[in-house]
Nanobody
Framework: QVPLVESGGGSVQAGGSLRLSCVWSQFSYERPCIAWFREAPGKERDMVAAMETRDGTTFYADSVKGRFTVSQDNLKNTIYLQMNSLKPDDTAIYYC?????????????????WGQGTQVTVSS
């Protein structure tokens, strides 16, 4: 597996902002899909956003559209998730994951490499 390392989680009050980072390793010429997932206690792991790093195309879950933004720094192989207007329902462990861009980036399946996760807690 190719490592991914997340950082940037923390605790914030509702309405606040956080920015998560995901550093991914490039081992070939391929530019992968990188996605952000989250898993809240007692719930399934859901995709919240994804990016096709080759061309910067982004995808968002309806629950975060207009509040979360994915961006990338190509020189650093880093994907960012800017989270604004946070709500208590956004509380979860956030993971970044990668898969080959041969597959559609906005489809949940085939994400096979995962980071260790970072906790985001939003208090009311």
């Amino acid at each position: 597996q190719v490592p991914l390392v997340e950082s940037g989680g923390g605790s914030v009050q509702a309405g606040g902002s956080l920015r998560l980072s995901c550093v991914w390793s490039q081992f070939s010429y391929e530019r992968p899909c990188i996605a952000w997932f989250r898993e809240a206690p007692g719930k399934e792991r859901d995709m919240v956003a994804a990016m096709e790093t080759r061309d910067g195309t982004t995808f968002y879950a309806d629950s975060v559209k207009g509040r979360f933004t994915v961006s990338q720094d190509n020189l650093k192989n880093t994907i960012y998730l800017q989270m604004n207007s946070l709500k208590p329902d956004d509380t979860a462990i956030y993971y970044c994951a990668r898969k080959s861009a041969f597959f559609p980036c906005d489809i949940v399946s085939n994400y096979g490499s995962w980071g260790q996760g970072t906790q985001v807690t939003v208090s009311s």
